[in-house]
T-cell receptor
Framework: QQQVKQSPQSLIVQKGGISIINCAYE??????FPWYQQFPGKGPALLIA?????SEKKEGRFTISFNKSAKQFSLHIMDSQPGDSATYFC????????????FGEGTQLTVNP | DAMVIQNPRYQVTQFGKPVTLSCSQT?????MYWYQQKSSQAPKLLFH???????NEADTPDNFQSRRPNTSFCFLDIRSPGLGDAAMYLC???????????????FGPGTRLTVL
């Protein structure tokens, strides 16, 4: 019940295309859903996050769509650029009951020029 | 800039030789975490400190220990590294929201540990 399932494992997109990464969870107590971006040899960096009281959050080219009833959320990267090539992790946590992030398995995104 | 700093960035040790990794932060966050990340995997939480309170994950081997002498610093000690302990070790921090849980976790750049 603590798992977060992420797909696809890897994704190749052409420059200017839309990258879509999906995550699903089981624990209905999760109330905070961050996405992290990680470049090779670097630590994960917070990209964007959402709480379940909204269905969508947009920051620049990055959008999270959240479907509470389906227990799914997804990251959309519009106008994908080669510099977006990285590994993306979705995560979930119960903010009010502890500090533990449950990560998805990660998606390796490659954006071809 | 406020940040999470990890030293060294790369550490090579020999099988069974104790090693210490360090983390410091200028964010004044009261929660600090240590994660282990192996190639192509998600970070795995080893333990975390809530102020001085140590919280160990149930599946963290006894070989891994931690110290937090003050708010700014936290250390990861690997008492007898095995080949399977070769990984990236990530430190993260977050801020207590005063009864409403903790804020977003901010990660350091990591220390890449090689065990020969």
């Amino acid at each position: 019940q603590q798992q977060v399932k992420q797909s696809p494992q890897s994704l190749i997109v052409q420059k200017g295309g839309i990258s879509i990464i999906n995550c699903a969870y089981e624990n209905t107590a999760f109330d905070y859903f961050p996405w992290y971006q990680q470049f090779p040899g670097k630590g994960p960096a917070l990209l964007i996050a959402i709480r379940p009281d909204v269905s969508e959050k947009k920051e620049g080219r990055f959008t999270i769509s959240f479907n509470k009833s389906a227990k799914q959320f997804s990251l959309h990267i519009m106008d994908s650029q080669p510099g977006d090539s990285a590994t993306y992790f979705c995560a979930a946590t119960e903010e009010t009951s502890g500090s533990r992030l449950t990560f998805g398995e990660g998606t390796q995104l490659t954006v071809n020029p | 800039d406020a940040m999470v700093i990890q030293n060294p960035r790369y550490q090579v040790t020999q099988f069974g030789k104790p090693v210490t990794l360090s983390c410091s932060q200028t964010l004044n966050h009261n929660v600090m975490y240590w994660y282990q990340q192996k190639s192509s995997q998600a970070p795995k939480l080893l333990f975390h400190y809530y102020d001085k309170d140590f919280n160990n994950e149930a599946d963290t081997p006894d070989n891994f220990q931690s110290r937090r002498p003050n708010t700014s610093f936290c250390f990861l000690d690997i008492r007898s590294p095995g080949l399977g302990d070769a990984a990236m070790y990530l430190c993260a921090t977050s801020r207590d929201l005063g009864g409403r849980g903790t804020d977003t976790q901010y990660f350091g750049p990591g220390t890449r540990l090689t065990v020969l």
